[in-house]
């Protein structure tokens, strides 16, 4: 099955921080190594706004304004999420698991590209 989140592929878009670079996870305690957000007013599989991982900037953001680069598209979940990155700034596949592990190690997931 395709991800929903794929015609975001190359777009720019906003993404509001909720979950800056170097804080703590609410539930589970760990800290984030990247900045993680979300789309506003943008619904996503779950009903909730669209989930926005952010790399490629290594300071605590508020808001951030990208390029989506990549869908994370979780086999096991009803979620995918959006990766977010300056404009020109690119990763591979495997650099964005390598990012992204910290999180998706807990779930069946693929990157598109």
Do not use: C
Not at 10 to 36: A, E, M
Not at 49 to 71: C, N, R, S, T, Y
């Amino acid at each position: 099955m395709e991800s929903p989140l794929k015609k975001y592929l190359g777009k720019k878009v906003k993404v509001i921080v909720d979950r800056p670079l170097g804080s703590k996870h609410p539930d589970f305690g760990w800290t984030y190594p990247i900045n993680y957000g979300y789309l506003p007013n943008v619904k996503s599989g779950d009903g909730e706004e669209i989930d926005a991982f952010i790399l490629g900037v290594d300071k605590p953001l508020k808001e951030f304004e990208g390029i989506v680069i990549a869908i994370v598209h979780r086999l096991d979940d009803k979620e995918d999420k959006l990766v977010v990155a300056p404009e020109g700034k690119d990763l591979s596949k495997e650099e964005i698991e390598e990012l992204l592990y910290f999180q998706e190690k807990f779930f069946k997931s693929e990157i598109i590209k």
